[in-house]
């Protein structure tokens, strides 16, 4: 495909064309894309030119006909869809099944509202290119910014690029709006080469306009960039600058389009189908990427002059409460520093800039890298790169003579992010000798500005980044296709190719956490799915409570990377906060490193579909008003609902309470306490400390790993054991699915077809209601390293005891739970958790080439509505109920025997594990065992304790 030359056809009116010499080029993770259109999709007339690229995007440009990849679009050279041309009266008419495009051919001037229009057929909404006066969001959902830095809630983060006058922050509309389009302006956007071997950008040669084609009234001028954009980058784009850094009084945009400028404009007009708007932009931009598989684990990091010996002391810490760490991260430190304000060469911080390992705290890095490996570790460094090379690096010579200068001058070199040599030297000399020593990827903590490449439209953090993941001398070296992996800030549309985003350093503020879940979800609207934010805040102590609803949040979050300032006393470690909010702390860190297999398959999910894990509930109910106004909830992959509690407890109460939408096309369970919801759209409820609104699907089968297998460094292995939950919801639905996507984790392979998937599926056969069906699908497809063989643990939440159980025709021994499958027990065994209402199986190893099939007999029939209370919740409730009034012993003290009720309601679970047969009866006591509770304890003599009687009721409501 490279080399590939496009046919210039000429024709006296209308011509399907396509022009220029284009060539497929590897543009991220080496992948060839063809930004060459097939010539059946382009339309010409004139000066104007329209490429059909899908049903409903449509490329729009005027004075030109380049078909070179930019930063933005990489890939035009789709199947052509179905369109309809016609010509009537001087209207050029381009129709698809979504939209309509007129155009007026007798038109002399650049597109404006009075010659170009584009109609949206689900939305009955026409755009038109508006004078910047008449502007508003048109409905558009957002996108995301480069950074968090210094934020405290939504304060100077404002995602209406708009009005947002930040100028560095590289603010991104969404691509999907509420009206039913939204229109990306590429004119100017920088372009890359055809180099095969590693594209380099180059500067489109746009002509700066005559004075007569700026001379355009106010109210006529539409704006040719956001708020603030450089003199550089407004000239660049061939537009008109007026004097003045924002627009004026009466809205008159600084930079705007002359009369006959050239414009290349992509409309996105999916109506409401955003689900296909963000496929079709990942089709044309570059897909997702997927991290490689340790990225979704536990990753540690602190702003902390640590030593060798001091990171090998935390990775200690974290095997000792068996927490399964995934990556070290160091922080500056790692490097020469000097702390003396004193400046470089290059006018920065001294120190700020570093590639030598400071000696003094590791003597040995390849060593102390090597002990990290042989547990299983990956490890990245901190680096701004802007002071270049300077003396005292150990690689300053050899990078000195490679730029031409005398070492012996003692003069630094320069640091020349936009010249290729220098870069290919920069990462041949210093960058890989690092990386060979043992450093897996970079943390590119840019921050020195974004004005250090004199050309229009490029800005460090966007060329940064693509350098960083791209590097052909880190990712494919000795025969080598590692996959990229980078952590680093947003710098404008097409950074998703280069994953995974560092949003920077944040005050920790329950409003600062609120912006934080917000702020996630939109960035889906631009592809940009993994956003690894420093969980509990940065700058500033994180108080417990607050510290563990951010974990709670960061949980369900495409990254989890705990993170804190250099203070003596901020941490994040959850083994340094008092013993309750440990514990919550510990169940949060341990149910995140378990979910890395559903994890891993939302992250191939998000590659194929550009449905990033986390995004908004319109992507599944865009025509329920609801869906836009509960915009700090989130869809986590295709089976949960997430709404993470973003404010402090009530005191009184000792809960916060939280409204969640639920939409009606499913049925949900909330996955903590197993009570179901169905056609509920507005649920209202208080939650402790211990609780969050978190709910899966009913249906839904999560593959998990279990918590016995969670070690050091195993997020990025293939679990031996695969833990699958289905969320079986008392029989709410009749049947359920899933899958589990496998792929060797670490290279490229995946996109070449190397993975492996396994089908999941139960059902109920109506005709035995009391009989369930569990089918593991054999593994389809393959690539290198797929296991031949695995355990599961098979855990139906919500469902009655068993009374038989076999796989595979072989009967399954039921065993007491938790006491472990004995040794007769060849194929398994099945066991009954009388607290979540649980069936687990646990089977032998079996063969991945063949599907196996586990039929349960249950001792009733499925649906029962007595299996979709809140059971397992009101048990934890009830247990830090007994808490609280057991530790008023010797200050309030009250007696167990004046609580009785209480204490045998908060047994009925384990007399249900113990005693399955009689798990009906003990549930249908259960509620009179709770009035009596409340009873007991609103007689009890606690006025002496403050709250606690509200606190120990609100329990038990």
Partial sequence: MAGKVCVLVVASVIVLDTMLLCSAVPLADNVVLDPTPDPAAVVKIGKARFTVLTDSVIRMQYGQSHDEPTFSFVNRRLPVPKFQLDTDEGLLSIKTSTLTLVYDTHSNGTFSEDNLEVYIASTTRTWRPVPT??????????????????????SNMDLNCLTNKVADLHCTLGLISDWGYAVVDDTGRPRFDHDPDWPWLTQPDIPPPSKEQCDIAGERRRDCGYIGISEVDCLGKGCCRRAGETPDENGVPNCYYPLNAQQDLYIFGHGHNYTQALKDFTDIAGKIPMPPRFAFGLIYSRYWAYSDFGEMEIVNQFKEHSLPLSVVVSDMDWHITFYDNVKDQAGERRGWTGFTWDKHLFPDPSSYLAWCKSRGLKNTVNVHPASGIQPWEDKYAEMAEASGINPKTGRYVPFLPANKTWVTHWNKIVLAAREKEGIDFWWLDWQQGENWIDIAGVNPTFWLNYIFYTNPYHWKVDGRDERGMLLHRFGGLG????QVGFSGDVHPSWDSLDYQVYYTIK????????????LGGHVGVSPPELYTRWIQFGTFSPIFRIHAKKDGFMWRRPWLYPHKNYDILMKSFFLRASLVPYLYTASRQAYDTGLSIMRAMYFTEPENPLSYSYDHQYLFGEDFLVAPVTSPLNPVYNSSQKTVFLPRSSVYVHWESGEVFNGTEELTRNYTLAESPVFVRAGSIIPMTPQADLLLGSAKELPTTLRLVAAVAGGAVMSGHGYVYEDDGATNAYKGGDHSTI?????????????????????????????????????????????????????????????????????????YDGTSLSVEITTANLLANQSHEIILGLIRPLPSTVLQSNFTGRLARLAEAKELLDNQWGIHTVHQQDYYSLLLAGETGMRITYQPDTVYEELSQFPALLDRARSEVAALSLSHSGNLRTNVLELLA
């Fill in 133 to 154: 006066f008449n502007i508003t969001l048109q409905g558009n959902l957002l996108g995301t910014s480069r950074t968090l830095d210094g934020n405290v809630g939504a």
């Fill in 495 to 498: 950074n998703h190719r280069y």
């Fill in 523 to 534: 960035a889906t609207n631009v592809g940009f799915g993994y956003w690894s934010h420093d």
């Fill in 759 to 831: 089908d999941l599926v139960y059902s109920f056969d109506k005709s035995l209601p009391a009989t369930i069906s569990f089918n593991i699908g054999r593994v389809s497809f393959s690539f290198p390293g797929v296991l031949e063989q695995r355990k599961y643990e098979i855990v139906l939440k919500g469902i009655w005891p068993v009374k038989s159980a076999s796989v595979d025709g072989k009967e399954l021994s039921i065993v007491q739970f938790d006491t472990g499958c004995p040794v007769s027990a060849q194929r398994g065994c099945c066991a």
